[in-house]
């Protein structure tokens, strides 16, 4: 068995299986004010700061046994914050299972409903390496927004920046692709290209 593991992916192969699994695989303009403020814990913090003060609201009631209530509120904070961690704000993974006996690839994305694909090996054209690439468009925004920043402490970091990915993409005989990997090339990724080429007996 084949076993190679990654920042990146994971994938592990025999001479029936191929199995990849990757959290990055959306190429998308991100945005840095987001990604930079709004990370998951924040945003199950706040989720489960909004259900506290609804607790609050409701247990008005409870107003004379002060104690008890903000046990109450407490433990309302504490398992909406992990819930909400662990299955609303979880990472989501791409999991691509190349499957030589069935002839097929089955495609799951995870998330809060699942979406599961299949597809025929003899539907996939080939497999190819590209590329996307994001130009910052409103120019008079991001400047206001820098000198904003810059006013209060400091510049945001990649903001207005220029953002390109590098693919793998099973391209489909209908025209259609599937990006299954998708990465910055500042992170200079390393591709699953050959080795699920290899398996599907594709060449470049």
């Known amino acids: 068995m084949g076993i190679k593991n990654t920042p990146h992916y994971e994938l592990k192969s025999d001479s029936e299986k191929l199995f990849f699994k990757t959290a990055f695989y959306r190429a ?13 814990e924040f945003t199950s913090m706040l989720f489960s700061g909004a259900l506290c003060l609804m607790s609050y609201m409701l247990t008005e009631f409870m107003a004379q046994k002060f104690i008890l209530r903000y046990i109450i509120i407490f433990l309302v904070f ?4 992990l819930g909400a961690r662990s299955l609303i704000f979880k990472e989501h993974y791409l999991e691509a299972l190349f499957d030589r006996t069935e002839q097929t690839v089955n495609i799951k994305q995870s998330g809060l409903f699942n979406k599961i694909k299949s597809i025929p090996f003899n539907s996939i054209s080939s497999i190819e390496a590209g590329s996307k690439k994001f130009v910052p468009q409103n120019i008079d925004g991001i400047d206001f927004v820098q000198k904003i920043s810059i006013q ?23 025209a259609s692709k599937i990006i299954i990997f998708a990465c910055r090339t500042d992170y200079e990724p390393d591709l699953p290209l050959n080795e699920i080429r290899n398996f599907m007996g594709h060449r470049a």
Do not use: M, R
């Not at 510049?155 to 590098?166: K, R, S, T, W």
């Open 152 to 174: 209060h402490g400091g510049a945001v970091p990649g903001l207005g920046q220029e953002e390109e990915y590098i693919t793998v993409s099973l391209n489909l005989k209908d």
């Open 28 to 40: 998308e303009k991100t945005s840095v004010l987001h990604s930079g403020v709004y990370n998951k």
């Open 78 to 81: 504490l398992i909406s914050f």
